[in-house]
């Protein structure tokens, strides 16, 4: 297996594609995919667009999905669920289609929906994401961090080097520093979601209690899986 971190969406080659990319958004996108997924939401369109989004949103029968979007860090007006979490329990999710549009995480996931394979990855879905790769036999696999705005985000390439460390196997110069980064700071992850400039972004919105949940390494064991361009549902191992 050879590894390749991209730190953005931006730095993915458009001439190629892996057997897998792992789309990894820890603040919050792909946090929230997996808790949504884990609490038995059926499945998360992944939109770049709002516009769009409403669109789809138009065609399903009343009460079959939810809207969830966040610009800037907030809720879209309108939208039934921004992208904290703690708003996918169970009692709203269960059974429901999620059409999402965040800033960085779906316009990542968007960048690489062609490829065969494509999971998200978080630190609270690290061991499972770990097993997929341990198990699968790709020779190519891509970390793709969804960054801030086209800019690198510390969370996100700590994320992708936790992948990396675990799976020890050589990779780009970017796995390198990115397992470096992880190295870091595995003690410490609520330490380096503080540090990261979109993790003070969300403290001053009152975010505390996500960037600790976000932080907590393997709490869940559900792995995101495209099973259809755009589409993602939740699998087990
Ligand atoms: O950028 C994104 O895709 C979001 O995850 C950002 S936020 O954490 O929801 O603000």
Redesign the pocket.
Known sequence: MKIFVYHTPELVPTQSLPDCAVVI?V????S?IATALHNGAAGIRAFADLEELQQTAASFALGTCLKAG?R???GVPGFEM???PFEYTPERVTGKRILMS???????LQAVQKTTVVITAAFINLGVVRNFLKQEEFQTVWLVG?G?EGSYSLEDTGCAGAVAWELGEPGNDETVAACALYGQWQGDLLGLLKQAS?GQ??LG?G?LE?LKYCADAGRLNVLPRQNDEGYLVGTYL
């Open positions: 958004d603040l919050r996108a792909t929230t966040e800037g860090g907030k921004g992208n904290s965040t800033t960085n995480g779906t316009r990542a969804s801030w979109h972004r969300l919105l975010c996500d």
